[in-house]
C-alpha cells in the first residue's frame, strides 16, 4: 500500500480510524523506503537514522534533552505538531537504553500517522489544538480507560512494535533462536503455563530476540502477541484493555 493522509477517515473526535493491520502496513512501508535491509533478516531497526531521515524530509526537528516528570512519572518522549518537533529524554540515552528504540518508533508513529488532523481534535487540552503529545513511562504501552487520548496510543504503539520488530523477520528470529536453545517442541510459538520451565524458556528465548532487536523483553513480549506468536495459558481471570492491546485483538468500536 502507499500511505495517503488526505484518504484518512477520522473519528467526531478528530482522532484517525485506523486498525492494527493498516498501522502495521504503514510502518513496513516506511522501512521499506527507508531502511528494507530490516524486512530481509533479523536486525536492529536503526530508528534513530530514521528520525535524521525524517528531519529532511518532512523538516521534523529532533533533539535528547531532560523532559521532567509528569507527577513521579518520567516523561520519555514528546512530539510536537505545530513546533514539528520530536524531543527523546536524556535518560534514553544511560540508563534506559533498552526503551530508547521502542520510545523513538513511538514518537515516530505519532508524527506519521497523528500530524494532519490534530487541529481538529476535541478532548481533553486538545480541544485549544495545543498540537503536543507527551509520553511517560507509565503510560507508553497502556490502553485502560479507552479515551481518544488512548487510541492516539494504541495506534503509536502498534507502529513502534512493527517498526522495530517487523513482522517479515520476526516469526524467522523467534524459529532460529528456538533452534539455537534446542527447543524442537512448537517451533515458532511460544507455549506458557503455570509450570517453571515454560517460564524459563520463555526468558531465554526471549532475551536473545530483545539483543537481536535492540528492545526490552516487555516488548518482545507485546510483539509475540501481537502476531499470536505467544499462548498464555496461565491462570488469569480478567483481561485489562492493556492485555487487549498486547493480544492483538480488536477493542469496541469508537461510537
Keep these: 500500500m502507499t500511505f495517503s493522509p488526505k484518504h ?132 507508553l504501552c497502556r490502553l485502560e480507560e479507552r479515551t481518544p487520548q488512548d487510541w492516539l496510543e494504541w495506534q503509536a504503539n502498534v507502529f513502534a512494535a512493527s517498526l522495530v520488530m517487523p513482522r517479515a523477520t520476526f516469526q524467522v528470529a523467534l524459529v532460529e533462536t528456538q533452534k539455537i536453545l534446542g527447543i524442537s517442541k512448537n517451533l515458532g510459538t511460544i507455549w506458557l503455563s503455570d509450570n517453571d520451565p515454560s517460564h524459563r524458556d520463555f526468558q531465554l528465548v526471549g532475551n536473545r530476540l530483545a539483543n537481536i532487536y535492540a528492545v526490552s523483553l516487555t516488548s518482545i513480549r507485546v510483539r509475540l502477541n501481537t502476531l499470536k506468536l505467544l499462548h498464555d495459558e496461565s491462570a488469569r481471570t480478567t483481561r485489562s484493555a492493556h492485555q487487549l492491546f498486547a493480544s492483538g485483538e480488536s477493542l469496541p468500536p469508537r461510537p
Design 8 to 139: 484518512l477517515r477520522y473519528g467526531p473526535d478528530g482522532v484517525p480510524i485506523l486498525s492494527a493491520k493498516q498501522v502495521e502496513e504503514v510502518a513496513t512501508e516506511v522501512l521499506r523506503k527507508h531502511c528494507p535491509s530490516v524486512l530481509k533478516q533479523p536486525a536492529m531497526t536503526p530508528v534513530i537514522e530514521l528520525i535524521h531521515t525524517l528531519s529532511k524530509t518532512t523538516s521534523l526537528s529532533h533533539a535528547v534533552e531532560d523532559l521532567g516528570y509528569h507527577g513521579h512519572a518520567k516523561i520519555l518522549g514528546k512530539v510536537s505538531f505545530t513546533k514539528k518537533a520530536l524531543l527523546l529524554d536524556i535518560s534514553l540515552t544511560v540508563d534506559r537504553k533498552v526503551q530508547m528504540r521502542f520510545t523513538a518508533g513511538h514518537e515516530v508513529g505519532h508524527w506519521i500517522l497523528h500530524r494532519w488532523n490534530y487541529m481538529n481534535w476535541t478532548f481533553g487540552t486538545h480541544k485549544s489544538g495545543a498540537g503536543e503529545l507527551e509520553d511517560d513511562e507509565k503510560s
